[in-house]
């Protein structure tokens, strides 16, 4: 399980240097960051990924649910990682002002007993950041849209919010460039307000993040 994850995260990280070309690598401009002061100290900073005109690429295992499905000239995953409980995803990130800013990787797996999500952000005109969360629950997402209504195969429009990974639980674990030496939590919120009938989502995904210098 350990190996297929750490596998699944250099494919991941892969996969995110091969989106890049979706920002500029040569003379980017640095757009002001969108962040707060928080009360206790540090700063609040939002990464928004909009469905589904952010989403760069998908691959999982089978019950990786609505989320795996490929785009049209999306690749499988290798066949030494589909038997996996494993869900990788590429997507393009916004400021919470909506300027598209880099791109993100999203990796999750499971062993049965315990499950991980690792996001690695990558903002060429200011670093990266690697964030980490326990405890999501496979098919998380699937089955708040069943719930609410939603059929695979059939098209659906309503509203349904996941909270996939709490203040509590989210880490910002290590950065590089204008976020070394930073550390803190994140929440990671899913907004789908609607599924093609060939699983593709509408929604929001957003990633709150409050950090500090680390001691």
Do not use: C
């Not at 206790?40 to 795996?68: K, S, T």
């Not at 909506?98 to 990558?122: F, M």
């Not at 609410?148 to 590089?176: E, F, H, I, M």
């Amino acid at each position: 399980m350990k190996a297929a994850f750490l596998t699944a995260i250099l494919f991941g990280f892969g996969g995110v240097l091969a989106a890049a070309h979706y920002v500029p690598w040569m003379s980017h401009d640095r757009l002001p960051s969108q962040t707060t002061v928080v009360a206790n100290g540090g700063r609040a900073e939002q990464f928004v990924i909009r469905l589904p005109v952010d989403r760069l690429a998908a691959a999982g295992a089978a019950d990786a649910g609505v989320r795996a499905a490929p785009l049209p000239d999306g690749k499988p995953l290798p066949a030494e990682l589909a038997s996996q409980p494993l869900l990788v995803e590429h997507f393009k990130v916004r400021d919470s002002a909506g300027n598209v800013i880099g791109v993100a990787a999203r990796h999750w797996s499971t062993s049965g007993r315990e499950a991980g999500t690792a996001w690695s952000v990558l903002i060429p005109s200011r670093g990266s950041l690697l964030l980490t969360a326990p405890g999501e629950a496979r098919g998380a997402l699937d089955a708040a849209l069943a719930r609410a209504g939603y059929t695979a195969g059939k098209a659906w429009n309503g509203s349904v919010t996941v909270q996939l990974a709490r203040d509590n639980d989210g880490a910002v674990k290590s950065g590089s460039a204008e976020f070394d030496g930073l550390e803190g939590s994140y929440s990671e919120v899913w907004t789908v307000t609607g599924v093609t009938e060939l699983g593709e989502l509408r929604g929001t995904i957003e990633l709150n993040t409050v950090t500090r210098r680390g001691s």
